[in-house]
């Protein structure tokens, strides 16, 4: 009978980590089409449909690995698998307008905890002006798994990619870093507590702020506007969902430059940084790994300075440097320090 | 903490199936961009980009319940991932030319055996001249689960639904139905007989048809190209992916119409008949509620059937007929028997 072990080579996936396994199964997939205009690489793909440009991006969320319903309630998490399908379209400067929602749901899903989950999606579709037009329901031997493509519209000269930044040009981020990261945090430290003596309740007073940004964030699809309304165009994008310094290596190595970082330009939440400071965490170091801001990373022609300047939370934060000049945060202390590229922890080698 | 198990109402999934499921929970999504073309409900969703129009549908497998790894080499599994998606692109008479995969995998899996599933995935965007463009790879504590989307290029006025079939269209079938099915029987047969005995080899000589049919399935996109050369559009088209007595349902269901099926009209491969007569089984009922044969089934104007009567691999196999006549066959021995819809039947209450 056929079975992959029968493969008498065996690498473990995790020797490659994510991006790693998607260049090394995705290399040798040479594009045919002249309407795949984008594919693999950035936050989303791009197709030139007879001069209109569709925007597609799809991602999946397992339980287990991307949430823990013993702290996501269904309807944040039918919100947020939306919302972070779309950061990716508005992340390409495109404007989402459609989505396709899959659902694999073990029989522990009643048609009630499926109708919240649903409700999530409804909400998400009514603030961000997407409409559901497919997907698959289907079962699943065990937890749930819910897969989302975005489908969205972009123009031709503004779409923002990854691999245009410019040495010179100015990075800027939105929002601030890092809440979701500390909104995790604290969640998973209540749950330890309540798993070891159930009659301990949580508390989770206090910290609405930045449970918010770990149960239910938001994309900026106000700042797609607030850039059309200036009539900018940044020269290189891509949403936060993995940690600054993951993002800014993506538009390092794919632009063929180098970044410098300054670290008193990184916007933290207050809340966000007490609470670091509370777990005996680095603010910047949280900010730098700690992912699912949804926040944008841009860069922008120094030109084009005026236009951001007076922008509402939008912060300047550093300079596109030569790709020598390597991928560096310049401290408060005035030091430099090289930039490491986190990115996908998911892959846990104690689950199987 | 929050937990679905917390909602006093618990109704079960099972109760309502999977095209309940659906219907419930996308009731209350309505449509609000022009664009929208086609939402939920078809073979795939239509999107116009000014006049260009796109055909988009996403389809979900999970290990254990579409597909079993003791039989399935990861090769075949992935051109058949893709293969049912470009059915649904098909079956809207458009093309597909992107597609994006997504999937989550356990550490149980080698990067070898990735390898072998996008080898398939490559074989399957060669054959079928579509670009890998996107997606995503993450981890999952448990199993694989591979999510495909499909998006196509269509004519507004050559695009073919399930709700347009009207009173005196004729229903035509391409191949042959239901050897997929009994493929399915043979493998699960054996790997029942492997299972209590180890020593004991597999006896999968001599069908080679069947297993081809459920291992490495074909869609019809030849018959998309000879539909265009005869410059033919038929009335209403879905493809047969889950028993022709599902699809005929559909139709008649979203048409407002009812359906004569002439049971010697619909074809069957002799090797699927043999093989259902040695499992005891009648070779049209397997044809009815088999699945995954990945043919089309459609319905032409009457003016239409000199366009269809000398196209190879076309059988034309009954009549549409006023709703109120129901959804019928009519047997090879001359009796009407009313036909009931299958469709999914994935929801095994044993599993959790």
Redesign the interface.
């Known amino acids: 009978?056929?079975?992959?072990s029968n493969?008498p080579?065996?690498?473990?996936?995790?020797?490659?980590g994510?991006f790693g396994?998607?260049d090394?199964?995705?290399q040798?997939?040479?594009?045919?089409?002249r309407?795949?205009v984008?594919?693999?690489g950035d936050d989303?793909?791009v197709?030139d449909?007879?001069?209109?440009f569709?925007v597609?991006?799809?991602?999946?969320l397992?339980?287990?690995?991307?949430f823990d319903?013993?702290?996501?309630?269904?309807k944040h998490l039918g919100y947020k698998a939306v919302v972070v399908n779309l950061s990716d379209i508005y992340a390409m400067n495109a404007i989402p307008?459609?989505i396709?929602v899959?659902?694999?749901?073990?029989?522990?899903?009643?048609?009630?905890?499926?109708?919240?989950l649903?409700e999530g999606i409804?909400t998400a579709?009514s603030v961000y002006?997407?409409?559901?037009?497919?997907?698959?329901?289907?079962?699943?031997?065990?937890?749930l798994?819910i897969?989302v493509?975005a489908?969205g519209?972009g123009h031709k000269e503004r779409l923002t990619y990854r691999n245009t930044a410019k040495v010179g040009d100015l990075i800027c981020i939105t929002g601030n870093l890092g809440a979701a990261y500390m909104g995790l945090q604290i969640l998973e430290r209540?749950?330890q507590i309540?798993l070891s003596d159930p009659e301990l309740q949580?508390t989770l007073e206090g910290h609405d702020y930045l449970l918010e940004r770990q149960l239910k964030p938001e994309a900026r699809k106000d700042m797609i506007e607030a850039f059309a309304k200036a009539d900018l165009v940044p020269t290189a994008m891509i949403d936060i969902s993995d940690g600054l310094g993951s993002e800014l290596f993506h538009i390092a190595k794919q632009s063929g430059v180098g970044v410098l970082l300054e670290e008193s330009g990184v916007p933290i939440h207050e809340d966000a940084q007490f609470q670091a400071i509370d777990f005996n965490m680095d603010p910047i170091t949280v900010a730098l790994s700690g992912g699912e801001d949804y926040e944008l990373l841009f860069t922008v022609d120094p030109k084009d300075l005026d236009k951001v300047k007076y922008m509402a939370d939008i912060y300047i934060a550093g300079e596109i440097v030569p790709a020598e000049d390597g991928v560096k945060l310049n401290s408060k202390g005035g030091k430099l320090h090289d930039i490491t590229a986190q990115g996908w922890k998911?892959?846990?080698?104690s689950?199987?």
């Open positions: 009978m056929a079975n992959e493969t080579k065996r690498t473990d996936v995790n020797t490659l994510e396994l998607i090394h199964l995705t040798r997939f040479p594009l045919h089409h309407s795949s984008k594919g693999i989303a793909a197709i449909h007879q001069g209109a569709t597609v991006s799809t991602d999946m397992v339980e287990g690995i991307h319903l013993m702290y996501t309630p269904l307008q459609q396709m899959s659902v694999a749901l073990s029989n522990r899903y009643s048609v009630e905890a499926m109708e919240e649903y409804r579709c002006n997407v409409d559901l037009i497919g997907g698959d329901t289907t079962s699943s031997p065990k937890g798994v897969s493509t489908i519209k209540e749950k309540y949580p998911h892959f846990d080698p689950k199987n």
